[in-house]
């Protein structure tokens, strides 16, 4: 089992900046990938960044050159950071992660709000 904290959400205008937080616990040394996905009122949950245990990276187009996603393994803890945010930003973020045997686990959910 893994547990994951999300933090940092919050409400901001837009062209700011936020950085979200995820920690794990439990059994860590299963994550293969680790990621952000986000969903908006009315729409389907969709990938906004992962990140592999290699140092590989993925981003969604929309959020390309202004999100970044990293790693602290010694915390066990990953990060979004969001720069040049937009109204469209706004969703609730989730952390992922997908572990040995194709298990996923996901955070709570943190809320982001642009406003413009």
């Known amino acids: 089992q893994v547990q994951l904290v999300e933090s940092g959400g919050g409400e901001v205008q837009a062209g700011g900046s936020l950085r979200l937080s995820c920690a794990a616990s439990g059994s860590t040394f299963s994550i293969n990938v680790m990621g952000w996905y986000r969903q908006a009122p009315g729409k389907q949950r969709e990938l906004v960044a992962i990140l592999d245990k290699g140092g590989s990276t993925n981003y969604a187009n929309s959020v390309k050159d202004r999100f970044t996603i990293s790693r602290d393994n010694a915390k066990d803890t990953w990060y979004l950071q969001m720069n040049s945010l937009k109204p469209e930003d706004t969703a609730v973020y989730y952390c992922?992660?997908?572990?040995?045997?194709?298990?996923?686990?996901w955070g709570q959910g943190t809320q982001v709000t642009v406003s413009s």
């Open positions: 992922y992660v997908l572990r040995t045997y194709g298990l996923t686990s």
